[in-house]
């Protein structure tokens, strides 16, 4: 029996930006046969794109807002209403166009089940599958059997695939005195040395010339596999929100979160040792500019309260002592953001102490809401044969 293979994006607007084309093609160059193509979106879909796709292979748009399908099917197989209404209904406002990471990969992960899908790709729309390599002239593009280098894996007993990027990181090239605060504070510490260096790496990850596999505990969205069976013993995707002025902020760290659970229920997860392209910034490959880019600026902002915004639950999930932790990594990050913001002469990252506060005053609703959605996904499991 053939195994059936589908790839999974979820993005705010189905365009001709993400790179879902580009998948595509490089599974049909190197003769892998995809069965479908999933996507959840948040906004409004380019038809001409949407086109595109479906002339090459069955295209399921799901939208965020009413995922018809998945509602349809679970009510056909009795998923209770409560149930249901968990894992479905938009955790937020759905207007505002942002949606929960952990629940948009869910939903292209409930409609892949429904769907008899064995394996699914997770890519994302700012990743493309080609390699960065370094070399005597610069920047080199080099391409690269995507699919090939997950299903190997696969096939010699890898229940989950992941991978690191080439491209810039998300800590931009930076030298101010203050990182070692900002970095504990958002528990980065790890990252000290690396971007205290910056300046002579300019934060860039090349694709190594060896490519070489290794057993991992780390997972990346964009650039993952999955057999779908053994989500049998693997718990949701999950990410939460917060508010802080009147603005919905997303909580990153979906994938963080469910790779620790992989690694701590002794599920087989393997680096497949390739880096796709990672354009952090939109602009490869324009060294990010801190100082002087808006848009660098901007993005690193949303990265921080992203960060911020995560690590009350998954120091939870770590089982930490929430309250000395949440007073030693304040303690840094106050003087870590007033170092950053003196460095930009950006005022705007003073302000991430306080969704830094109000993320952890939220932390028992977040251990809630994941209590909440695990026990809907286990119901959901059984109710689809997941085995």
């Given at each position: 029996?053939?195994v059936?293979?589908?790839l ?6 189905l365009?001709?930006?993400?790179q ?5 093609e ?6 892998h046969?995809?069965d479908?193509v999933i ?6 879909h380019d038809?001409?794109v949407?086109?595109?796709?479906r002339?090459k292979l069955p295209?399921?748009?799901?939208d965020?807002?009413n995922p018809?399908?998945c509602?349809?099917?679970?009510q056909k197989?009795?998923?209770?209403e409560?149930?249901?209404k ?7 406002d759905?207007?505002?166009g ?5 629940h ?9 089940i429904?769907?008899?899908i064995?394996i699914?790709f ?9 390699l960065l ?9 080099e391409?690269v059997?995507?699919?090939?280098a997950?299903?190997?894996e696969?096939?010699k007993g890898?229940?989950v695939?992941?991978?690191e990027?080439s491209g810039?990181n ?11 605060d900002?970095?504990i504070?958002?528990?980065?510490a790890?990252?000290?040395n690396?971007?205290q ?8 990850t090349?694709?190594?010339?060896e490519i070489?596999t ?5 997972i ?7 057999r779908l069976s053994?989500?049998k013993?693997?718990p949701?995707?999950?990410s ?5 002025g009147g603005e919905l902020y997303?909580c990153?760290g979906?994938?963080?979160v469910?790779?620790y659970e ?5 599920t087989?997860?393997?680096?497949v040792g390739?880096?796709p ?7 490869f490959p324009?060294?990010p500019?801190?100082?002087?880019d808006?848009?660098?600026q ?6 921080c ?7 009350p639950?998954y120091?939870?999930?770590?089982g930490?002592d929430l309250?000395?932790t ?6 840094h990050?106050d003087?870590?953001l007033k170092?950053?913001s003196?460095?930009t002469?950006n005022p705007r990252?003073?302000g991430?102490?306080?969704n830094f506060?109000?993320?952890w005053d939220n ?5 809630k809401?994941?209590?909440?959605v695990s ?8 109710g689809a044969g997941?085995k």
């Amino acid at each position: 029996m053939s195994v059936k293979i589908a790839l999974g994006m979820i993005v705010r607007t189905l365009d001709a930006k993400t790179q879902l084309m580009s998948f595509i093609e490089n599974a049909e160059k190197y003769g892998h046969k995809l069965d479908c193509v999933i996507v959840a979106y948040t906004r409004q879909h380019d038809e001409k794109v949407e086109q595109e796709i479906r002339e090459k292979l069955p295209l399921y748009a799901v939208d965020i807002k009413n995922p018809e399908y998945c509602k349809t099917q679970m009510q056909k197989l009795n998923i209770p209403e409560a149930a249901m209404k968990t894992l479905l209904d938009c955790p937020v406002d759905p207007t505002s166009g942002l949606i929960p990471y952990g629940h948009n990969r869910m939903i292209v992960v409930m409609e892949a089940i429904l769907r008899d899908i064995d394996i699914l790709f997770f890519v994302d729309s700012d990743v493309s599958p080609i390699l960065l390599k370094n070399s005597p002239k610069g920047h080199i593009f080099e391409d690269v059997d995507f699919f090939k280098a997950h299903l190997d894996e696969m096939k010699k007993g890898a229940d989950v695939t992941s991978g690191e990027y080439s491209g810039y990181n998300i800590l931009p090239p930076a030298s101010f005195e203050g990182m070692e605060d900002f970095l504990i504070g958002v528990q980065k510490a790890e990252m000290l040395n690396y971007w205290q260096n910056s300046n002579t790496h300019q934060c860039i990850t090349y694709q190594p010339d060896e490519i070489t596999t290794k057993p991992c505990k780390k997972i990346l969205g964009g650039n993952l596999a999955i057999r779908l069976s053994a989500l049998k013993n693997l718990p949701p995707f999950f990410s939460s929100h917060y508010t802080y002025g009147g603005e919905l902020y997303l909580c990153r760290g979906e994938d963080t979160v469910l790779g620790y659970e992989i690694a701590a229920l002794g599920t087989k997860c393997t680096d497949v040792g390739i880096y796709p392209l990672h354009d952090t910034y939109d602009h490869f490959p324009e060294i990010p500019d801190l100082l002087n880019d808006e848009n660098v600026q901007t993005r690193f902002f949303f990265a921080c309260t992203g960060w911020v915004g995560r690590n009350p639950f998954y120091n939870h999930i770590l089982g930490k002592d929430l309250k000395a932790t949440r007073e030693y990594q304040r303690e840094h990050l106050d003087k870590g953001l007033k170092a950053l913001s003196e460095y930009t002469k950006n005022p705007r990252y003073l302000g991430v102490i306080k969704n830094f506060d109000i993320s952890w005053d939220n932390v028992d609703r977040y251990i809630k809401e994941f209590e909440t959605v695990s026990n809907a996904w286990e119901i959901f499991k059984k109710g689809a044969g997941i085995k």
